[in-house]
């Protein structure tokens, strides 16, 4: 297998067996971790923004018209349920127990993910060609059919065998209901809890789990409210125009959202440049349709769900507005002009196919103001063997030269005695296009960059032209294997800084600040300088 191929050249890497276990401590010991925990690591690397998400993506399925109406009929029904002695109790105690179970199913999804597949295979399923194929089908599916183009169920049998089980009443039948809405719901949560998977697939083994259970927590929430406030239920909206209108843009969105998962399925056989849905295509797209959803939002047309007369409120009137805005303001991209504010970098360009870097110089060869952020130069491998490619490619950005050979970096290492850096990147890392947008050009960064011999090393895919796609993923492997082997982790965006004996001077993970980026930079250049300095006493012949 390309696993089993890929572990023979990295046996005889020098970074694995430090050639003095003695003076190790000196430099190791005091190495600065990712993290003393699991959920600390996750912490650094980015949980807090995939909370949010997944947060948002509750609040998107409890909108959607297979979800809402659920809502006050549920509720109802637990207050007659605790009519009686007792019954503001017995209705709070059905509420609580009908949110725990959606709250479990949702996250026994996660817990499952994570146990079928470890860290690693966490990672390669993410990148999969065939998950995202699958991913990017169904959301298509699902678009349409909430555009109402045709109507998407699951098995009755399914439903059937949870309506008997709900029959029971009681306890055993409030937590079939649960199972019955999850059931029924399907078609509007599957493409929210897919889509969360497949970028929980990116992070550490806690992310399905922890954002599944956010997700549910969202999702179940309101129906714990209103049953502690029963005469709220009064003041929710009723289903209505505005909820077809949720279905129609829902629908537009999931549309927008397949072809990222249709890139990312690409990039499994080519380089990013040469995808079809690439970042220009994929852009255009997001703006045609963002503009399509803020003209309907402001009733310039409707569709055939739609009421004769469509009544503009200030919710679609606002959001109309943004998403007009956002149609606006992504557009000049596409011209070779794209934004420098804060929203298209840390939100836009992570999302973006790998190629957006071409968007700021309106050609395939890169230039200014790319996603690394700066003067980008790219220097093309010519040979077809991945032993040289990865020695001819590299990249220069603002006169910093990464390159993709361990090899070939810790001879410059010793030759110059200077430290490594790694950057553990992938082609499809929202988090690593961040910090190299909006950290990596900095002048400080860069300074401190050029007294280090750096490289980065793709753990999904090797983005190199010459080479195959399964030379592409072997190569990807032998990387995310050296990752595994030097700092026990599969996240990215991880940098490590190696000594040129291979001892692990330091590493940080996940998208940081600029100042806690050249903090960490100064700290490994300071070990590295004290370990020269004992290195060289120690070689003093004694008088």
């Not at 929203?343 to 060869?365: H, K, Q």
């Not at 850096?421 to 950290?439: K, P, Q, S, W, Y």
């Not at 290195?535 to 008088?543: D, I, L, N, Y």
């Amino acid at each position: 297998s390309a696993a089993a191929v890929a572990t023979q050249p990295e046996a005889k890497a020098p970074a694995a067996q430090p050639p003095a276990a003695a003076k190790a401590p000196a430099v190791a010991a005091a190495a600065p971790s990712s993290g003393t925990s699991e959920i600390q690591r996750s912490l650094e690397q980015g949980l807090i923004p995939f909370l949010l998400l997944s947060a948002g993506g509750g609040l998107l399925a409890l909108v959607m018209p297979c979800v809402w109406p659920m809502v006050p009929i549920t509720v109802n029904f637990f207050v007659k349920q605790g009519q009686g002695q007792n019954g503001r109790a017995k209705t709070v105690e059905l509420a609580i127990i009908y949110c725990l179970s959606i709250i479990a199913v949702f996250t026994l999804v996660g817990v499952l993910f994570s146990a079928l597949f470890g860290a690693a295979s966490l990672q390669r399923l993410a990148n999969a060609a065939w998950l995202n194929f699958t991913v990017a089908g169904l959301f298509l599916l699902f678009g349409l059919s909430l555009l109402g183009l045709f109507e998407f169920r699951l098995p009755s049998f399914l439903l059937n065998a949870s309506a008997q089980g709900e029959s029971r009443g009681g306890l055993i039948g409030v937590v079939f209901m649960a199972l019955t809405l999850t059931i029924t719901s399907f078609t509007c949560t599957f493409p929210v809890v897919g889509g969360l998977l497949v970028m929980a697939a990116g992070g550490s083994y806690l992310y399905p789990i922890i954002g599944l259970a956010t997700f549910a927590t969202v999702l179940a929430l309101p129906f714990f409210l209103l049953a502690l406030s029963p005469s709220l239920i009064a003041r929710v909206p009723r289903s209505g125009d505005w909820m077809n209108a949720v279905k129609v843009v829902g629908g537009l969105v999931e549309i927008g959202a397949a072809f990222k998962f249709l890139n990312t399925a690409e990039v499994a056989f080519v380089t990013p440049e040469e995808a079809w849905f690439n970042a220009e295509v994929v852009l255009a797209i997001w703006v045609v349709l963002a503009i399509v959803c803020g003209i309907y939002l402001l009733g310039l047309f409707r569709t055939d769900h739609d009421h004769d007369a469509v009544k503009v409120g200030p919710g679609r009137l606002i959001t109309g507005s943004l998403f007009l805005c956002l149609g606006l303001y992504l557009a000049p991209a596409l011209f070779g002009h794209p934004p420098y504010g804060q929203v298209y970098n840390r939100l836009i360009v992570g999302i973006l196919p790998a190629d957006a870097y071409r968007l700021a110089s309106g050609s395939s060869d890169g230039g200014a103001g790319a996603a690394k952020g700066g003067v980008v130069q790219h220097i093309s491998a010519q040979s077809s063997d991945p032993e040289v490619a990865i020695e001819e490619e590299k990249t220069v950005i603002n006169g910093i030269t990464w390159g993709m050979s361990y090899k070939t970096a810790l001879e410059e290492a010793r030759r110059e005695n200077k430290p490594i850096l790694i950057d553990f990147t992938g082609v499809n890392c929202a988090n690593c296009r961040l910090m190299e947008r909006t950290v990596l050009p900095r002048r400080e960064v860069v300074a401190l960059l050029s007294r280090f011999a750096t490289i980065e090393l793709y753990t999904d895919f090797v983005p190199i032209k010459t080479i195959t796609a399964d030379q592409r993923l072997e190569l990807a492997e032998k990387n995310q294997e050296k990752q595994d082997e030097l700092v026990n982790d599969l996240t990215t965006p991880f940098y490590v800084a190696v000594s040129p004996t291979g001892e692990v001077l330091g590493t940080i993970g996940g998208y940081r600040e600029p100042s806690v980026f050249v903090a960490f930079l100064n700290q490994v250049l300071a070990k590295h300088e004290a370990a020269g300095k004992v290195a060289q006493a120690e070689a003093k012949p004694a008088r």
